[in-house]
């Protein structure tokens, strides 16, 4: 039997993009949800993973399979369905799982044939069994897995190319954030994998440099920092010998112990979601940790790069809170606050989040016209009603920001610091440069999005808005 498990792409996600930005190749990595689901398969399976963002699969010459899984992020979702029309006509069953299916599961049911919603590993084997059956059903309902069950991901499943291997360790967040949909997904308790499972999983990954999946991999409160802290003086014992990145709330900085060992363990970056400059935009989306009081932001991302690591911050534009200028403001608070890199996204109500359901409850869904319009759910198109920046607004403010923080001066300033302080200088010159190739990506498809017909009706007046 041969099964395919496809990740989608997206033409105007810029990070996904090689073909016209070499530089992104540094900044992917493996696509773990179908590497484990493909490591869950049973053995009697012939398992091809098709990654669309690093491949251009013509699907017409290959081998026709007898079934298709695949996955989503909302803004793929349009690809996804795409894909299994493709293979739906060639009367190949679809089965589509990950976090766009699980939150819109009548739509997605609408384009494929069974949807296996919330964590599907476990859940992976009655569903072939199923099929193999001839009894597969509509839905199939993921729990969250006990993480003792998880099963070891087979990372040779997938050829070379990706600069970054990847892995997962825990699951769940009990913050909620307002646009976070992780809680929604994977349950706001922090559940952790046994760390021998994961630190006999890192020694299989053959990439040099890994990803740390995890949406907060040091957690919550005191006990989740004494097991990130075990994970590390386990991954130093067994000499992993890995560089990683991983994504950390800001805390991370207030324990010197956790900082060191992280490093010694192989950190070489930690993304840091600074999400807002201002305490009443931090408030609005409910991000706890950045609210504590006495919180020195600057303080902080030193203590993390006086441990060697890189800080990857990324910032919103477009809460209530935000008007005119918020683009400058955050660009010099990224700036000030010294991190090495800076994502900044447009505020997103991704089905699933509290955002949606406010941003929908009042109207504010802009970009509303479902499948198609997900495409621009990428975090960096403006597809809601803004309160104080209207659609053009809220693109010019992304790019001034962009145009402030990635300007040559600033890059060539920010590099000699990596170099001289022994941080990564390499990494950091690379993802300096994709970030700067993918802002002028990304004004194409601004242009192309603020002009194509459909989108004019995004537009809305706010007396407020639109002047840097
Ligand atoms: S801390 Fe991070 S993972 Fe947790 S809810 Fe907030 S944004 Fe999501």
Known sequence: MRLYLINPRNPIVSIGNIRNNRWNHYRIWKPLGLLAIASATPPEWDVKIIDENISDPDYDSMPRPDLVGVT????????????AAIFRSR???????????????QEALGSVDSVVTGEAELIWPKVLADFQNAYLKQVYAGEHVDMKHIPMTKHDLLPYGYFFGSIQTTRGCPLNCSFCSVAAFNGSR???RPIEDVVQEFKTIREKYVLIVDDNLIGANEK?????KELFR??????VNKKWIAQATINIADDEELLTLAYKAGCRGVFVGFESPTTEGLAEIGKKFNLAKNRNMKESVRKIKQHGMLVVGSFIIGLD????????????????YGIDLLNTMILTPLPGTNLWKKMESESRIAANSFPDDWKYYTLTFPVAHYKQLCRDGVIKE??????IFYSVRKIVSRLCGNFLQKRSPLVAMMANLSYKRNIRLA??????????????????????????
Do not use: W
Not at 72 to 83: D, N, S
Not at 234 to 239: K, P, S, T, V, Y
Not at 321 to 328: E, M, N
């Open 72 to 83: 989503a992020f909302t803004a793929q979702a349009c690809r996804a369905y795409e894909i």
């Open 91 to 105: 009367s190949v069953p679809v089965i589509m799982g990950g976090i766009h299916a699980t939150m819109c599961q």
């Open 190 to 192: 922090y559940r952790a």
């Open 224 to 228: 989740h920092i004494i097991r990130a």
């Open 234 to 239: 386990a991954m130093i014992a067994a000499g």
């Open 321 to 336: 809170i935000d008007r005119p200028g918020i683009g400058k403001s955050i660009a010099q608070a990224a700036i000030s």
């Open 398 to 403: 992304i790019e001034h920001c962009d145009k």
């Open 443 to 468: 004004q194409k498809t601004y242009r192309h999005f603020c002009l194509s017909p459909q989108n004019t009706r995004l537009q809305y007046q706010n007396s407020n808005s639109g002047n840097l």
